[in-house]
């Protein structure tokens, strides 16, 4: 039996429903990079906000910054991206495709073999997956810079900025949200690996003897916010970096993951960072980048703790996730089962017919809701195929405006997930809707 969720189902739908297009595609596509329509911006700014909000409103000690993402290129040097971060690169001599030697099936690797063609593989060689370009009208050595592959550097070189403009005190975080750039050799499996993505990094300094408590910490953090933005737990699950798999920026790795339509993938990476890249930024900047702790007078580096997730890639376990197909009224149904707080539109406005006053009622309603809550009108068609087309769209709640409504002032608010449909009261709506998005359980 087909799975109910798969790759083609998805990209299928995000398209239809204006969630991610193909990027430039009307130039025949650009290989592996994709844009965001109406629906897909709305998830992934609010899947960001869900994010900013558990890791700085609601946690102590936590501050956030937005750095650029050009750098000085002395910042790629002292943090190891210029020496180690590449990957081991294989062509196939016959049909000249590329492949990540790590990444080749097994039976492949032994043998050296092309997986596409069965011709010989060359030797691995190392590919930097850092972006380059120059800045300034001069194409030279001097003029080199790098488009991030993480966005953490951008906090590490503004440790001193935060700590002497702010009033944290150890151990403390700094998050942020932005682009970073990687040019894989592989990209596949929709947005899952791009070459152009966004990551929600937060990077933890703490003392250097309190790793493992922190660790585990964050760990369970992050398992719980999955948790809490909707994901089933049945489809997550942690990985530990074996010592070959480990970055080399790394003393310990546990990777969040979760089981995709393609097989189990990493989608966020806890990293135990220890004092590596405060380190190397002292010793390549000249500048002293120690804490002197108040209470106990003592200089030293702190380590870090980093939570690394991708945005982009959590816009894809959310649509995963989602996806669902049920029956209504004998017609299959696909709906996105998003959870309230990130569905782009939370409340779906219908008046059943147009005629007879009930369109500018409806819209009264709808202008009412919407400082509360991202709305979305629609009178055209039948109300069945009005509910069907929010429910592909993973809008929540819809509520309907009948002739009732004149008389009683109630009007039905529909349940996306059951169906169902209850009474309430004009005046009661926001408060109530409010209170469902607070108790929701996926059904
Ligand atoms: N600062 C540490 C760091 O960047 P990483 O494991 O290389 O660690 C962290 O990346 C997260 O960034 C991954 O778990 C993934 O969610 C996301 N990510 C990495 N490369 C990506 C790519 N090419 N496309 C989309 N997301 C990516």
Known sequence: MEPV????????????RGYIYQSSEIYGGLSSAWDYGPLGVELKNRIAQFWWKEMTQLHDNIVGIDAAI???????????????????LVECKGCKMRFREDQ??????????????????????????MFKTHIGPLEDAASIVYLRPETAQGIYVNFKNVTNTTRV???????????????????????????????????????????????????NERIKYYEKIGVRAAKL????????ELAFYAR??????????????????IHNRTDYDLQQ??????????????????????????????????????????????????????????????????????????????????????LGLREDYPTFYDESGAIGRRYRRQDEAGTPYGITIDYQTKEDDTVTLRFRDSMEQ????????????????????RS
């Open 281 to 366: 930024h002292t010793e390549y900047s000249g500048k002293d980048l120690t804490w002197l702790d108040e209470e106990t007078k003592e200089r030293f580096l702190p380590f870090i703790i980093e939570t690394s997730a991708g945005l982009t890639r959590q816009v894809l376990v959310a649509l995963c996730d989602a996806y669902d197909e049920d029956e209504a009224q004998g017609e299959k149904r696909v709906v996105l089962r998003l959870h309230p707080s990130i569905a782009p539109v939370t409340v779906g406005v219908f008046p059943l017919v147009k005629k007879d006053g009930l369109a500018e009622l409806a819209r009264t309603i709808e």
């Open 169 to 219: 005190k150890i151990p403390f975080g700094i998050a942020q949200i932005g682009k970073a750039f990687r040019n894989e050799i592989t990209t596949k499996n929709f947005i899952f690996r791009t070459c152009e993505f966004e990551q929600m990094e937060m990077q933890y300094f703490i003392r250097p003897n309190e790793d493992a408590k922190w660790f585990d910490y964050w760990k």
């Open 237 to 244: 699950q942690f990985h530990e970096h074996g010592k070959d």
């Open 70 to 88: 050009m750098m000085h290129p002395r910042v790629w040097e002292a943090s190891g991206h210029v020496a180690n971060f590449s990957d081991p």
């Open 5 to 16: 969720v798969t790759m083609d189902k998805l990209v299928s739908l995000c398209k239809r």
């Open 104 to 129: 080749l099936p097994e039976e492949n690797r032994i043998s050296k073999k092309c997986p596409n063609c069965g011709k010989d593989l060359t030797e691995p060689r190392k590919f930097n997956l």
């Open 422 to 441: 209850v009474r309430v009261k004009v005046g009661e709506l926001s408060a109530r809707i409010r209170s469902e998005i607070k108790n929701y359980k």
């Open 252 to 269: 310990r790795a546990v990777d969040v993951y979760y089981e995709f339509p393609f097989g189990w993938n990493e989608i966020e990476g």
